[in-house]
């Protein structure tokens, strides 16, 4: 996709930044306590020894040497207090939320959305609207890439099915059709309005569906490679198409509390993001074209 050339991009961006922002973290510390010691020896040096206090022409020696000392000791704990007060990396926010958290991501010229989950509707609600105001005015992005991961419905599956006797799910390919049309749709409204920014020549757009094996459990949203969002689906919710019709397992994702880690949150929750990020990819890799995406012959 045409993701994968911005990620080389921000890779090299990433990496120089990366390693001033761990010299500072390594070095900014051992230069502080030693400009403070150097201060307070120099303090004390000039109390003592005429040719030097004369030198530096200070008669407050004594009274700054130990102002020094004290910074110097307390240096230690104020950093790591500022270090525990720092906001956690992870932190939970509503599935209804993600509003937010696209218009955030369509501020950077680059924009690559990744999405793991049931149908993608509460996303791509956010991002049809998000994707219309480009045609009018672009604003700082140049190119939109969104990768949505969707369950393949054309498979038999335990969740979405009916709820048969004591509980136990049965598979109703009618109950799948019906999801498969759904994220047809929104396939080809994201995909649609995606030429149109491409014929437009401003902004290059690349939208697309694609299938996994397995049921809908996990709800997973990735911006810009920089933010995970992840929650669990409850697979055990139910609904009604009729009031007088069968039950059905479906999760409701809009119902899904999502747990949020930031690269800029410490190295734990950097880590953690370079984790989804590769298993996404490698799911991405790995994934198959729908079935109204490979057409009738497939």
Same mark, same amino acid.
């Given at each position: 996709?045409?993701?994968?050339?911005?990620?080389?991009?921000?890779?090299?961006?990433?990496?120089?930044?990366?390693?001033?922002?761990?010299?500072?973290?390594?070095?900014?510390?051992?230069?502080?306590?030693?400009?403070?010691?150097?201060?307070?020896?120099?303090?004390?040096?000039?109390?003592?020894? &005429?040719?030097?206090?004369?030198?530096?022409?200070?008669?407050?020696?004594?009274?700054?040497?130990?102002?020094?000392?004290?910074?110097?000791?307390?240096?230690?704990?104020?950093?790591?207090?500022?270090?525990?007060?720092?906001?956690?990396?992870?932190?939970?926010?509503?599935?209804?939320?993600?509003?937010?958290?696209?218009?955030?991501?369509?501020?950077?010229?680059?924009?690559?959305?990744?999405?793991?989950?049931?149908?993608?509707?509460?996303?791509?609600?956010?991002?049809?609207?998000?994707?219309?105001?480009?045609?009018e005015d672009p604003g700082p992005t140049r190119?939109?890439?969104?990768?949505?991961?969707?369950?393949?419905?054309?498979?038999?599956?335990?969740?979405?099915?009916?709820?048969?006797?004591?509980?136990?799910?049965?598979?109703?390919?009618?109950?799948?059709?019906?999801?498969?049309?759904?994220?047809?749709?929104?396939?080809?409204?994201?995909?649609?309005?995606?030429?149109?920014?491409?014929?437009?020549?401003?902004?290059?757009?690349?939208?697309?569906?694609?299938?996994?094996?397995?049921?809908?459990?996990?709800?997973?949203?990735?911006?810009?490679?920089?933010?995970?969002?992840?929650?669990?689906?409850?697979?055990?919710?139910?609904?009604?198409?009729?009031?007088?019709?069968?039950?059905?397992?479906?999760? &409701?994702?809009?119902?899904?509390?999502?747990?949020?880690?930031?690269?800029?949150?410490?190295?734990?929750?950097?880590?953690?993001?370079?984790?989804?990020? &590769?298993?996404?990819?490698?799911?991405?890799?790995?994934?198959?074209?729908?079935?109204?995406?490979?057409?009738?012959?497939?």
């Open positions: 996709m045409s993701g994968a050339g911005s990620r080389s991009g921000r890779s090299v961006d990433g990496g120089v930044g990366e390693h001033l922002k761990r010299f500072q973290e390594r070095y900014e510390p051992l230069f502080t306590r030693a400009l403070l010691m150097a201060i307070f020896v120099t303090g004390l040096v000039a109390q003592f020894v &005429k040719p030097v206090g004369d030198a530096v022409e200070d008669k407050a020696f004594l009274g700054g040497a130990l102002l020094s000392l004290v910074g110097y000791v307390l240096y230690g704990t104020i950093k790591d207090l500022a270090m525990s007060l720092r906001r956690p990396p992870r932190v939970q926010v509503e599935s209804r939320e993600l509003g937010s958290f696209v218009n955030e991501a369509f501020r950077a010229r680059e924009v690559e959305i990744s999405f793991l989950g049931y149908t993608g509707e509460t996303l791509c609600n956010e991002l049809f609207h998000r994707l219309e105001k480009l045609l190119l939109v890439s969104v990768r949505v991961l969707i369950p393949d419905f054309d498979q038999p599956m335990t969740v979405p099915s009916r709820v048969g006797a004591d509980d136990a799910p049965v598979d109703d390919p009618d109950f799948r059709r019906r999801l498969e049309l759904k994220c047809q749709e929104y396939d080809e409204t994201l995909s649609g309005i995606g030429e149109r920014l491409n014929a437009l020549g401003r902004v290059s757009a690349e939208c697309e569906y694609r299938v996994y094996p397995g049921i809908p459990r996990d709800k997973i949203c990735i911006f810009n490679r920089e933010q995970v969002l992840h929650g669990l689906y409850n697979v055990a919710a139910r609904t009604m198409l009729r009031s007088a019709g069968p039950e059905f397992y479906d999760p &409701k994702g809009y119902r899904t509390d999502l747990s949020v880690w930031s690269r800029g949150a410490g190295d734990d929750a950097k880590a953690i993001v370079a984790t989804w990020n &590769k298993h996404l990819d490698d799911l991405w890799n790995l994934s198959m074209k729908p079935s109204w995406r490979r057409g009738p012959s497939a």
